[in-house]
């Protein structure tokens, strides 16, 4: 009944031409359509932050975001942040210091990380425990979250060669 | 899983496109702005367009800019925007403390303040600044553009002054004159933030250190987003003293409807628009 929208979506530095729904969540196009499933579906109701992606350089839930809104935009996915078989610094912070359990809140946490570094490259404790305010994790607690940004926040500061990647 | 009802998609390019489209589609046509009020309604099929009118891609209508003596904002700025403006900390430093209180960064990225406005949820935080600085409200319709004072525009619960064929497209702020500071505070909600009870106060200090002016508006706790006009005589031409300000704050919701739920009883949202008003007008006062 409705018409369809042919939409063209950078993810991860690669150009995409597709016809979607208008009524498609990005986070559906991400997930089933790009296959990108590291994006993940919490709540879908907006609060969780599992979600979480880089569109045209803001972190956002994708949950509460259409398909045809990121239309001719920029999206960088966990799946994007480092080179194939690498890790990004706050990746690697994560795993270093115990940052999840099960997972399932990691790669929001993760992208939201990311906005908060590249705003604010030294952030107090205070300030990455309100920057990632949208983000609920509901296993690890947030202890080991706090510690896993601020050694990433280190790392990043140390290492000449932060991959920067496309879509930023 | 949650996704909204089918519906037909119009990016508009321009606002006499969107209000030709509203036009067009009548009472089937939603705008949506950054979508995080609609899109979520949209998932609980609580909303249900059938053609959704974009117009979150209208950059003409994303600005903040000094204008002799008004402070202009576009209806599609972002929460984001106003958060980081030097020319609002300066001049309305309520306006970007309330926005940095909203949701959580990832909602700010996205969400307007015209979009706000528009949907002017009793438990949203910039309908009460835009009351208490006393905005003048610009919207456009096939008939043209015209202004409605901020005190006009909030009638009911979602229900403003804004006709169904009218884009909101800018805010005009007043300056302050003579000795003025403002504050915003609210309890928020823990999980959604929202406001259970919120509070935005702008006091101006006269040549003799008393009251002479005082604009308070309630958000969170009443049913529609209100100015506090007992509060705001029971200042006015008074030496504020802590004294003055608790018997004043205690008529904060006199005669109002309020909101009544699971997060706080009648009584209790009566309290603490109380106690939320008494905070913004003492941090108001310390920033004259
Ligand atoms: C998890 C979460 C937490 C939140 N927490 C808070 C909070 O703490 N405080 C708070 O205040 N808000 C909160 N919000 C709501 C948020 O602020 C919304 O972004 C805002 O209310 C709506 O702005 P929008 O641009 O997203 O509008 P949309 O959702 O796009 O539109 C909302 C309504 O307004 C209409 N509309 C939009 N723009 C215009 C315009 N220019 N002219 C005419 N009509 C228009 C639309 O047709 C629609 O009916 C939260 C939202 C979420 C998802
Ligand atoms: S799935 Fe999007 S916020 Fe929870
Ligand atoms: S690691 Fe399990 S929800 Fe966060």
Same mark, same amino acid.
């Given at each position: 009944?409705?018409?369809?929208?042919?939409?063209?979506?950078?993810?991860?530095?690669?150009?995409?031409?597709?016809?979607? /729904?208008?009524?498609?969540?990005?986070?559906?196009?991400?997930? %089933?359509?790009?296959?990108?499933?590291?994006?993940?579906?919490?709540?879908?109701?907006?609060?969780?932050? +599992?979600?979480?992606?880089?569109?045209? $350089?803001?972190?956002?839930?994708?949950?509460?975001?259409? +398909?045809?809104? +990121?239309?001719?935009?920029?999206?960088?996915?966990? /799946? #994007?942040?480092? *080179?194939? $078989?690498?890790?990004? *610094?706050?990746?690697?912070?994560?795993?270093?210091?115990? #940052?999840?359990?099960?997972?399932?809140?990691?790669?929001?946490?993760?992208?939201?990380?990311?906005?908060?570094?590249?705003?604010? *490259?030294?952030?107090? /404790?205070?300030?990455?425990?309100? $920057?990632?305010? $949208?983000?609920?994790?509901?296993?690890?607690?947030?202890?080991?979250?706090?510690?896993?940004?601020?050694?990433?926040? /280190?790392?990043?500061?140390?290492?000449? %060669?932060?991959?920067?990647? +496309?879509?930023? | 899983?949650?996704?909204?009802?089918?519906?037909? @998609?119009?990016?508009?390019?321009?606002?006499?496109?969107?209000?030709?489209?509203?036009?067009?589609?009548?009472?089937?046509?939603?705008?949506?702005?950054?979508?995080?009020?609609?899109?979520?309604?949209? =998932?609980?099929?609580?909303?249900?367009?059938?053609?959704?009118?974009?117009?979150?891609?209208?950059?003409?209508?994303?600005?903040?800019?000094?204008?002799?003596?008004?402070?202009?904002?576009?209806?599609?700025?972002? @929460?984001?925007? &106003?958060?980081?403006?030097?020319?609002?900390?300066?001049?309305?430093?309520?306006?970007?403390?309330?926005?940095?209180?909203?949701?959580?960064?990832?909602?700010?990225?996205?969400?307007?303040?015209?979009?706000?406005?528009?949907?002017?949820?009793?438990?949203?935080?910039?309908?009460?600044?835009?009351?208490?600085?006393?905005?003048? &409200?610009?919207?456009?319709?096939?008939? !043209?553009?015209?202004?409605?004072?901020?005190?006009?525009?909030?009638?009911?619960?979602?229900?403003?002054?804004?006709?169904?064929?009218?884009?909101?497209?800018?805010?005009?702020?007043?300056?302050?004159?003579?000795?003025?500071?403002?504050?915003?505070?609210?309890?928020?909600? =823990?999980?959604?933030? @929202?406001?259970?009870?919120?509070?935005?106060?702008?006091?101006?200090?006269?040549?003799?250190?008393?009251?002479?002016?005082?604009? &308070?508006?309630?958000?969170?706790?009443?049913?529609?987003?209100?100015?506090?006009?007992?509060?705001?005589?029971?200042?006015?031409?008074?030496?504020?003293?802590?004294?003055?300000?608790?018997?004043?704050?205690?008529?904060?919701?006199?005669?109002?409807?309020?909101?009544?739920?699971?997060? !706080?009883?009648?009584?209790?949202?009566?309290?603490?628009?109380?106690?939320?008003?008494?905070?913004?007008?003492?941090?108001?006062?310390?920033?004259?």
């Amino acid at each position: 009944m409705t018409t369809k929208r042919s939409i063209t979506v950078t993810v991860n530095g690669q150009q995409h031409q597709t016809e979607v /729904e208008p009524r498609m969540l990005l986070v559906h196009y991400l997930r %089933e359509v790009l296959d990108l499933t590291g994006t993940h579906i919490g709540c879908n109701t907006s609060q969780c932050g +599992a979600c979480v992606v880089m569109l045209n $350089g803001e972190a956002i839930k994708s949950c509460t975001v259409l +398909a045809v809104q +990121a239309d001719g935009g920029e999206v960088l996915t966990i /799946e #994007g942040l480092a *080179p194939e $078989g690498g890790l990004h *610094p706050i990746q690697e912070g994560f795993w270093e210091k115990h #940052g999840l359990q099960c997972g399932f809140c990691t790669p929001g946490m993760i992208m939201a990380s990311y906005q908060l570094l590249k705003n604010n *490259p030294h952030p107090t /404790e205070t300030e990455i425990r309100r $920057g990632l305010e $949208g983000n609920i994790c509901r296993c690890t607690g947030y202890q080991n979250i706090v510690k896993a940004v601020q050694d990433a926040s /280190e790392r990043m500061s140390t290492s000449a %060669e932060t991959p920067v990647p +496309a879509g930023d | 899983m949650s996704v909204p009802a089918a519906f037909d @998609y119009h990016p508009a390019t321009s606002v006499d496109e969107a209000i030709a489209l509203l036009q067009q589609y009548g009472d089937e046509a939603k705008l949506l702005a950054g979508g995080h009020s609609l899109i979520p309604a949209m =998932k609980l099929r609580l909303s249900q367009p059938e053609h959704l009118i974009d117009i979150g891609k209208i950059s003409s209508l994303s600005y903040i800019r000094e204008e002799q003596d008004h402070i202009v904002i576009g209806g599609l700025t972002t @929460y984001v925007q &106003i958060e980081q403006s030097d020319l609002l900390r300066k001049h309305f430093p309520l306006l970007p403390e309330a926005t940095s209180m909203v949701g959580d960064q990832q909602v700010r990225n996205r969400g307007t303040i015209g979009g706000s406005i528009a949907h002017s949820d009793p438990a949203a935080d910039l309908p009460g600044v835009v009351l208490a600085l006393k905005a003048e &409200i610009v919207v456009q319709g096939p008939q !043209g553009k015209r202004t409605i004072p901020a005190d006009d525009f909030f009638v009911d619960t979602f229900t403003t002054a804004l006709a169904p064929d009218e884009i909101l497209i800018e805010f005009r702020l007043p300056k302050a004159t003579g000795s003025t500071g403002s504050a915003y505070d609210k309890l928020a909600n =823990k999980a959604s933030h @929202y406001a259970i009870a919120g509070c935005a106060a702008v006091i101006t200090r006269g040549q003799d250190g008393s009251c002479s002016a005082a604009s &308070i508006a309630i958000t969170g706790a009443t049913v529609r987003t209100i100015r506090a006009r007992a509060v705001e005589n029971a200042l006015v031409g008074k030496q504020l003293s802590e004294t003055v300000i608790a018997e004043a704050v205690s008529h904060a919701t006199d005669g109002e409807d309020m909101i009544v739920d699971i997060h !706080g009883s009648e009584e209790y949202r009566r309290k603490m628009a109380a106690v939320v008003a008494r905070r913004a007008i003492m941090r108001a006062l310390e920033r004259i």
